[in-house]
């Protein structure tokens, strides 16, 4: 059921979008050098990598660390980077992922291929063995703001009570988190 809802969901999110989509590729594209999606190296189910695009939101010679990494890394967003990321919407390219089954509209969020450290606690936890989201009860949870061990714990969290109503709901929360832009850091 959660994969056919997805596919639904996915599939009516992209018709609608489809215009909006452009506008922001193309606003990406003209206020910074680079292209309009950056392409990442992510870890996805049973710890297979796989590759995710986001809205590009940070300039071309960023180093490839997860944000919170990056000494100042305000110094790297573009000019329409810092509004992309505070509405959620440099994510929005990654419905591509969730037709194609790489994603899930709900679920941990898919680490970076060199985030050792979450990797390793995902695995041991089990949650490697999830299907990543675009969002997941760490998200509503704290998202940015939360330490890996406290992000990995909430993962391991949903594993244990997932259901399709529980879905709806972090879906739910997260509309309403993205609104008030709460836990964004970068």
Same mark, same amino acid.
């Given at each position: 059921?959660?994969?056919?809802?997805?596919?639904? =969901?996915?599939?009516?999110?992209?018709?609608?979008?489809?215009?909006? *989509? %452009?506008?922001?590729?193309?606003?990406?594209?003209?206020?910074?050098?680079?292209?309009?999606? !950056?392409?990442?190296?992510? &870890?996805?189910?049973?710890?297979?990598?796989?590759?995710?695009?986001?809205?590009? #939101?940070?300039?071309?010679? #960023?180093?490839?660390?997860? #944000?919170?990494?990056?000494?100042?890394?305000?110094?790297?967003?573009?000019? *329409?980077? /810092?509004?992309?990321?505070? !509405?959620?919407?440099?994510? =929005?390219?990654? %419905? !591509?992922?969730?037709?194609?089954?790489? %994603?899930?509209?709900?679920? +941990?969020? +898919?680490?970076?291929?060199?985030?050792?450290? *979450? @990797?390793?606690? /995902?695995?041991?936890?089990? &949650?490697?063995?999830?299907?990543?989201?675009? #969002?997941?009860?760490?998200?509503?949870?704290?998202?940015?703001?939360?330490? @890996?061990? &406290?992000?990995?714990?909430?993962?391991?969290? !949903?594993? /244990?009570?997932?259901?399709? *109503?529980?879905?709806?709901?972090?879906?739910?929360?997260?509309? %309403?988190? &993205?609104? $008030? $832009?709460?836990?964004?850091?970068?």
């Amino acid at each position: 059921m959660k994969r056919a809802f997805d596919l639904v =969901l996915a599939s009516v999110l992209a018709a609608l979008l489809a215009a909006p *989509l %452009l506008v922001i590729a193309i606003l990406v594209k003209l206020s910074s050098r680079g292209p309009a999606l !950056y392409w990442s190296d992510r &870890v996805g189910v049973d710890n297979k990598l796989f590759k995710m695009p986001k809205f590009r #939101t940070m300039r071309m010679e #960023t180093p490839a660390l997860a #944000t919170h990494l990056l000494k100042d890394p305000d110094r790297f967003l573009t000019p *329409l980077g /810092r509004l992309l990321r505070m !509405y959620s919407l440099d994510e =929005l390219p990654q %419905l !591509y992922n969730i037709l194609r089954g790489e %994603l899930s509209f709900v679920g +941990p969020r +898919p680490a970076l291929y060199n985030q050792d450290d *979450l @990797i390793a606690l /995902r695995t041991k936890k089990g &949650v490697y063995k999830l299907v990543p989201g675009l #969002t997941g009860w760490a998200q509503i949870n704290g998202r940015d703001e939360l330490p @890996i061990p &406290v992000k990995v714990d909430h993962d391991e969290q !949903y594993l /244990r009570n997932r259901s399709f *109503l529980l879905d709806l709901r972090i879906i739910a929360l997260t509309f %309403l988190k &993205v609104a $008030r $832009r709460e836990g964004v850091c970068h």
